[in-house]
């Protein structure tokens, strides 16, 4: 199951000590329910501000979030959030850290029990059940957030930047599994990366960010089967066509579609 995210006319400030920072700025875009949708910008560009606000943990100064035209109010157990800091209990168990993600994380009945196990088979933990965090590598515990986002079953997944303290090899493996659940689960997925390999590989689309203020200014479809091969001309195109978006000079830009949300 999957929900359609709007994002209609949205700007978001925020008052500092040292003025008004304006992190996003009219920005409209609209996510079809199942599509793999990836964000990438420069830092500061309002790529974590627009997850968040579409997680229900921040709201927008003006414009809003609609989730199949439900208005966004906070967050809910229809989505599911991972971060890049795993954010893991280093006190509890794999097993516990995924099963807190449960809507109801103290029930110890059959059917929660075997949702966990699942989840742990999943994500490729098993034999790491009664592991702690401090014993698993960063992709392991990366593995563990996602199963952890998974448990209540989300229509939606929010990603950010889940795979930027791993290593290459990991997060090509990594890219693998969640591909491979996303296929299984079929959420819709908003993936935040400053990455453009890894935004290539893994979305249905590209969604291409500036800043001061934070706008989308450009909405990149790619169009080549999965699994993507990383040399293959059409995947050199699409990284080039991204880069000049972001404003590499050397790089030229051979058009796309911009203006649909
Ligand atoms: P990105 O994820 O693309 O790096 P962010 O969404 O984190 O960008 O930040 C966008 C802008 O908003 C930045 O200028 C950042 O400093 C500012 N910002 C983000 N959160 C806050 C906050 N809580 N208070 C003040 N400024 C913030």
New binding site residues.
């Given amino acids: 199951m999957a929900r359609k995210i709007t994002v209609d006319g949205v700007s978001k400030q925020?008052e500092?000590p040292d003025g008004t920072?304006q992190?996003l700025s009219d920005v409209s875009i609209t996510v079809p329910a199942g599509e793999f949708c990836c964000l990438v910008?420069?830092?500061?560009?309002?790529?974590?501000?627009?997850l968040r606000m579409i997680a229900g943990l921040d709201t927008p100064t003006r414009g809003a979030i609609r989730l199949d035209g439900e208005p966004v109010t906070e967050p809910g157990l229809d989505r599911g959030m991972v971060f890049q800091e795993y954010a893991l209990f280093p006190w509890r168990t794999v097993r516990e850290n995924i099963r807190f993600g449960l809507e109801r994380p103290a029930c110890d009945c059959r059917d929660c029990a075997a949702q966990v196990e699942e989840l742990v088979e999943l994500v490729g933990l098993s034999g790491f059940e009664n592991s702690y965090p401090s014993a698993l590598s960063g992709g392991m515990k990366q593995r563990v957030g996602i199963a952890r986002a998974l448990a209540v079953d989300p229509e939606i997944l929010l990603m950010d930047e889940p795979f930027g303290s791993v290593d290459a090899r990991t997060r090509d493996r990594l890219h693998g599994e969640l591909l491979d659940i996303w296929a299984e689960t079929q959420q819709t997925v908003v993936f935040?990366t400053h990455d453009i390999d890894e935004a290539v590989t893994l979305g249905d689309r590209v969604l291409v960010?500036d800043?001061d203020p934070?706008t989308v200014q450009a909405r990149i479809p790619i169009d080549c089967p999965r699994p993507r091969e990383r040399t293959s001309p059409a995947f050199v195109d699409q990284v080039a066509r991204i880069r000049a978006k972001l404003g590499d000079p050397s790089i030229e830009d051979s058009g796309d579609t911009t203006t649909q949300k």
Avoid: D, E, H, Q
Wanted: glycine content about 22%; proline content about 6%; hydrophobic content about 30%.
């Fill in positions: 925020y500092s920072v992190a910008g420069p830092s500061g560009c309002g790529k974590t501000t627009l935040v960010m800043s934070g």
